[in-house]
Nanobody, 123 residues
């Protein structure tokens, strides 16, 4: 499995970005996936996860209502729509393959990771 996240960039507070995660290797629809982020000097934190079919999602409580995870299995691509961005959303965002099928926020239960894409939100 190979995952590549892209779509990051510089955006003003209140703006939006959509991140994409391009997958290759194992059939994309065979695994759940998630997004995590890591801000400078902080630990990696869970953002959201989505089931194999896309019918079920899970979000970090603090991000509900602003971030939306989705996937297009026909395009082998996952997405993270981020709205009403805040400076504290500044981080490197990673997509990852879930290894257990349950939409866990535990990073150690994701076994393949993309390289990350930087999102910078200016005030």
């Amino acid at each position: 499995v190979q995952l590549q996240a892209f779509g990051g960039g510089l955006v003003q507070a209140g703006g939006s970005l959509r991140l994409s995660c391009a997958a290759s290797g194992r059939t994309f629809s065979s695994y759940a996936m998630g997004w995590f982020r890591q801000a400078p000097g902080k630990q990696r934190e869970f953002v959201a996860a989505i089931s194999r079919s896309g019918s079920t999602t899970n979000y970090a409580d603090s991000l509900k209502g602003r971030f939306t995870i989705s996937r297009d299995n026909a395009r082998n691509t996952g997405y993270l729509q981020m709205d009403s961005l805040k400076p504290e959303d500044t981080a490197v965002y990673f997509c990852a393959k879930n290894s257990i099928g349950q939409l866990t926020p535990r990073a150690e239960l994701y076994d393949f990771w993309g390289q990350g894409t930087l999102v910078t939100v200016s005030s």
